[in-house]
């Protein structure tokens, strides 16, 4: 058995309470270990922060078995609120990679990959507020591609409450066609072609 | 093997002469060559020379007076222009340009004249025979009966209300015409009555009466059923530019025939003969060599952007080498059978590439192919989509922007998409996402836009003029600087109302399709 834990990821989820970070976190977990057939492990932090303060889910996902389940230096950071940002952006390194709400947090630090999309805003467009995670969890999932797309729909299509598995789905499908979008614009931006015309 | 037909048009003045001397001199003139006396070439127009070819003609001389002696003065010149423009055409048509040409003959040059004669039917003989072969149905088309029509269209159904008629973009012009008139008419038998033809034949079949009507009578169908019954007993209506662009469509009906109607694209646009996805293009390359003179209309530049558009987001369609026609403007001129020939051509050659989708930027080619070609029994394998469908689900996904245009805008809406509840809006959606200086409507908008002027290259008259100032003054109305428009016709019909000497300042303004907006401004975020 070797000490080395292969291809491991390790993710912090950060927000409000009640935006469903914690649940953002549980599709993430699930479906790298159901879906994708990995290790995962999920760590939640709640307390006063269910309550309305920062909120945070810190997932591990790794080909072999997880050791440890907190995480001290993430490689991915997602933030849905600006208190969640200030709390955990130091412990990011800079080769790590930040994806944030773009109405909610303001990025002060520069990181190497950066990604933000406006997922409170696409939910609300889509009808409901609270669908901001799941557009989320299909960004994360197209741009960090941590988890397979495929079970990261069966997935959410499974947690969601019953009756609103379209609905999330749609929402799902909305963030990871925005995060496909982005990452379609950044290497065509990166060959030099920016329009349709030039 | 058939004889070749060569057609001379023979101006009467110059060149005749020369004829006649070979024919007083008993010359062997080649038997292939059919002579038409004419009175100058500078009346013989691009209709009039492309319909030689329609009807079987191999090869086409159009002969005048040498430079400076036409008897008119600019016969020549014009017959040049002509010739230049209908070789253009029946090179991309597939026909082949080198079959056409214009010539000049002094009289006393009957030698050179005999020589040409001589030189030109041993090349067309090299060439053989066109690939025009417009053979006759063995069952002739038989159209409905009068009251089939009636009663497939519930005319019955109309009350009389009126409220067509206050809407009619032609009755709100002063023309005496009224759609529920009409449809009395027809009920009470008086189809071939004059005033009844004339007025069949020039609905703009825009289809706002259809939505007004409380009976919903499908007015503008009607209408082009009743044209097709006509045109089944030889009623011919007024075709508009001689009648070139039915003449055009009906060439395409031949299979055999080989159109490169995509030879002019640019290329850095990318195009993947294996795609599952097609662009249909449409009519906008016969259409841009058509008005080169007089318009100066690009709605190839329509075409291009749409490409550029698809290969923005990384598709990159198939294109049909031999696209022909879809044939909007047949049907809704009242030959049905003709279109049913060239929908059948087109669906079985895009089934032939095993398409899926195919994706089209023109509104009369997206209501043909998704609408007419099944209603005719053409069944389709394949989804048609409106490029704004597909651009607007696109953009939604994200992660792009447009650039800002220092222009203001307001939409000319297209009379085919407007009438289809699914994609009325997308020209809108589209419209509200690019970032103009301003964004006006006009005051007929959307549901109650109206039409450019014209339909189907039929029936162009004073009253089509006067519509399309009033439309034209709305636009200016607004404060805008550019009209927007979906669909490349509206763009034809309301640039020629601005070719007014009298009202120029007045009417012009710069027109712009929506779709080359949009591929101007679009950029990833």
Known sequence: ?198 | MDKYKIILFLCNWGPHAAFQALQDNRDAIPSEIHMVRIPCTGRISKSLLLKAFEKGADGVILMGCRHGSCHYGTGTETAEKNTEDTRKIIETLGIGKERLKFVTFHPDESDLLLEFLNSFTKEIASYSHTHVTRSKDPEPWVEKSIEEIVSKHDVFACQDCGKCTSACPLALTGKPFSPRAVAAAVISGEVNDESVKNDIWSCLTCGICYDRCPSAVNFPEFIRDVRCYYKNREITGQETHGGFFQSLMRTMTSSDLKPTPWSWLPEEIKTDSNSKVLFFGGCAPYFDIFFREFLGVKTCNILADSLRLLNFFDIQPAILEEERCCGHDLLWSGDRENFTRLGKINADRIHQMGIEEVITSCPECYRTLAYDYPEHGIELNFKVTHLYELLENEINKGAVQFKKINKKLTIQDSCRLNRFENIYDQSRKLINRINPESFTEMQNNGKTSICCGNSAWIGCDSFSKALQVKRLNQAHDTGSDVLVTSCPKCQIHLKCAMEDPFRENELKIETMDLTSIIAKTLRWE
């Open chain 1, 1 to 198: 058995m070797t000490n080395i834990q292969d291809n491991k990821k390790e993710v912090v989820i950060t927000g409000f309470g009640g935006q469903g970070i914690v649940l953002a976190g549980t599709i993430l977990g699930k479906a790298a270990a159901l879906g994708d057939h990995r290790e995962s492990t999920l760590v939640q932090s709640y307390g006063p922060e269910s309550r309305g303060g920062a909120c945070s889910a810190q997932v591990v996902i790794s080909d072999t078995i997880i050791f440890y389940p907190y995480i001290k230096t993430p490689d991915v950071l997602v933030c849905m609120s600006q208190g969640g940002y200030d709390k955990y952006i130091g412990d990011l390194p800079d080769d790590g990679i930040l994806i944030i709400d773009h109405d909610l947090v303001k990025a002060k630090r520069k990181v190497k990959e950066f990604y933000s999309i406006s997922a409170t805003r696409i939910a609300e467009e889509l009808g409901r507020k609270m669908m901001a995670n799941i557009i989320m969890i299909g960004f994360v999932t197209a741009v960090t591609k941590i988890i397979s797309m495929d079970a990261a729909q069966d997935t959410v299509v499974k947690s969601v409450p019953k009756g609103t598995e379209e609905m999330n789905l749609k929402a799902f499908n909305r963030g990871s066609d925005y995060g496909l979008s982005v990452l379609k614009g950044r290497e065509k931006k990166a060959e030099g072609r920016t329009g349709a015309v030039s």
